[in-house]
């Protein structure tokens, strides 16, 4: 166990849907990562907040966002979703940004989107 | 080009062999490096992490860097049916000061299935 959790572990919807995912890092993690796995591309980095604040972008859809809360717990929206965004979501959280920090993974949120 | 290069497999071995998993990079800016293991449906599970050229050994696993070819690889020694998973190499980036970009980039991952 990590010590990440993420919430909920399986989310089935439709196109068009609006869906929340959540993720609590492990405690004293300042940052947290969202990543998105899929059978084509691998493991992407999305998203990495830093104590509330956005620290860095990788490959989000404009239809996606993210934030972190002053309790560290972040939370990522996908918005009008598609089919091609079924996909695994991880989050993971490290101690600090900006140097060589290990990240930690969570169990995962595996979405379908019919 | 892919930045990261890692051969899917599936890689199937027998019991007590031992396993070599490689990754071959071309960002130059990537300073540190580890690998995961995955097994089906869970999160990748931190295994490995380095950041110089060279081996590093933990029990049955060691990480070895080679910075100049950028190439990277782990082997499992005395492997075991529980090592049956998937393999990510990740690697991370630092700028000119040594400050790291946070973001992983990872490989595709190889299959791994030990076979009693």
């Known amino acids: 166990d990590s010590g990440v959790t993420q919430t909920p572990k399986h989310l089935i919807t439709a196109t068009g849907q609006r869906v929340t995912l959540r993720c609590s890092p492990r405690s004293g993690d300042l940052s947290v990562y969202w990543y998105q796995q899929s059978l084509d591309q691998g493991l992407q980095f999305l998203i990495q907040?830093?104590?509330?604040?956005?620290?860095a972008k990788g490959n989000i859809l404009e239809r996606f966002s993210a934030q972190q809360f002053p309790d560290l717990h972040s939370e990522l929206n996908l918005s009008s979703l598609e089919l091609g965004d079924s996909a695994l979501y991880f989050c993971a959280s490290s101690v600090a940004a900006g140097n060589e920090e290990t990240q930690y993974f969570g169990p995962g949120t595996r979405l379908l989107v019919l | 080009q892919k930045e990261v290069e890692q051969d899917p497999g599936p890689l199937s071995v027998p019991e007590g062999a031992i396993v070599s998993l490689n990754c071959t990079y071309s960002n130059s800016a990537f300073q540190y490096f580890m690998w995961y293991r995955q097994y089906s449906r869970k999160g990748p599970e931190l295994l490995m992490y380095t950041y110089s050229s060279g081996n590093k050994e933990d029990g049955r696993f060691t990480a070895q860097v080679d910075k100049s070819s950028k190439y990277i690889s782990l082997f499992i020694r005395d492997s075991q049916p529980s090592d049956s998973a998937t393999y990510l190499c990740?690697?991370?980036?630092?700028?000119?000061?040594?400050?790291?970009?946070?973001?992983?980039?990872f490989g595709q991952g190889t299959i791994l299935t030990v076979h009693p």
């Open positions: 990740a690697q991370g980036a630092t700028n000119a000061g040594g400050t790291s970009y946070g973001k992983l980039t």
């Open positions: 907040y830093y104590n509330g604040e956005e620290r």
